[in-house]
């Protein structure tokens, strides 16, 4: 399958409803990416955030978000998002990281 044109994914070591700088920059790039016409998907860890929150912030969002749970075995974490980042780069045109743990991804 090919990559849609202009379709971005943007993987980020954080993003809301976690708090934290990094997170709100990813959130606000994905968006800001959107209106500009991109088509948006977003891997992202999460932590400590129970998953009705989470699914009622991820229905709010226009573009698809592939959380990453974070794990007490923290190895299993990276693992988890180097492989969704891997099945999921292959399907887009442009991977952005965001944070230093996603740029691990990317190399």
């Known amino acids: 399958m090919l990559p ?4 971005i994914l943007l993987i980020a070591s954080e993003f809301p409803p976690n708090v934290g700088g990094i997170g709100n920059h990813a959130f606000n790039l994905a968006k800001a990416l959107q209106i500009e016409g991109f088509e948006v998907t977003v891997v992202a860890d999460i932590i400590n955030v129970d998953e009705k929150e989470l699914a009622a912030f991820s229905a709010k969002q226009s573009f698809k978000i592939n959380w990453i749970i974070r794990q007490s075995l923290v190895y299993k974490t990276y693992l988890q998002r180097i492989r969704t980042s891997v099945r999921l780069a292959g399907k887009n ?4 990281c965001s944070g230093k743990f996603s740029l691990w991804s990317a190399v």
């Not at 045109?93 to 952005?96: D, K, L």
């Open 93 to 96: 045109n442009i991977v952005i």
């Open 4 to 7: 849609v044109t202009n379709s």
